[in-house]
Every structure is written in structure tokens, then in C-alpha cells.
């Protein structure tokens, strides 16, 4: 089981950049999937989660109303559109998946990608 991270980069506070993580070696369109974060020094924290079906979504009162949260056609995928983003959203992305909505709300899900980088600079 795979979840790879891809997106991340170097963005002007302001502007935007689009997160992707796409899952393989299982089904997971009946997984919630989300995103985390941990920058350089603090623990890592939730950013926003997306139910199987798409029809929820959740987020961090830190990025709500700037950060949109969406799954792919297949279901396998999950994307994080981070608009306006500030010096302080600077971390290393995780995505996630569990079949437990609220288990991997509260970080302990069953799997996790790597981690993509995102540096916001002023």
C-alpha cells in the first residue's frame, strides 16, 4: 500500500499551489483521506479530511476558507487546493487514509505517505 505526495514547492504568500496524493495497492474508495502537516519543530497537526463519499469535509479553523480539500473520480486520489497561503502553513504535507473517518481525523491512521514539502515565503 502506497500514498504518494506530490505538489509541494517553494510559493509567494498570496498565491497558490495544488497538492496531490494518490493512493495504490488496495481500494480506497470507501477511505476517508486528509492531510497533515508538521513544521520544522512543532508537532504534527491536521489540516483537513475528506469522507469516502466526498459529501463531508473537515478542516483546521487555521486554514478554513483558504484551503479546499476534493478526492479524484476514482477515489483513490485526494487533492489539497491551498489558496492564499501564508509563511506560516511552511511544513512538510502528509497525506492520509483510514476507514475510520474520525481515527484519522485525530491522526492515527492506518496509512500515510512520506511528506511533500510546502515553503511559503513573505
Known amino acids: 500500500v502506497q500514498l504518494v505526495e506530490s505538489g509541494g514547492g517553494l510559493v509567494q504568500a498570496g498565491g497558490s499551489l495544488r497538492l496531490s496524493c494518490v493512493a495504490s495497492g488496495r481500494t480506497f474508495s470507501t477511505y476517508a483521506m486528509g492531510w497533515f502537516r508538521q513544521a520544522p519543530g512543532k508537532e504534527r497537526e491536521f489540516v483537513a479530511a475528506i469522507s469516502w463519499s466526498g459529501g463531508s469535509t473537515y478542516y483546521a479553523d487555521s486554514v478554513k476558507g483558504r484551503f479546499t480539500i476534493s478526492r479524484g473520480n476514482a477515489k483513490n486520489s485526494v487533492d489539497l487546493q491551498m489558496n492564499s497561503p501564508k509563511p506560516e502553513d511552511t511544513a512538510v504535507y502528509y497525506c492520509?487514509?483510514?476507514?475510520?473517518?474520525?481515527?484519522?481525523?485525530?491522526?492515527?491512521?492506518?496509512?500515510w505517505g512520506q511528506g511533500t514539502l510546502v515553503t511559503v515565503s513573505s
Open positions: 492520509a487514509a483510514d476507514d475510520v473517518g474520525t481515527r484519522l481525523r485525530r491522526g492515527d491512521a492506518d496509512y
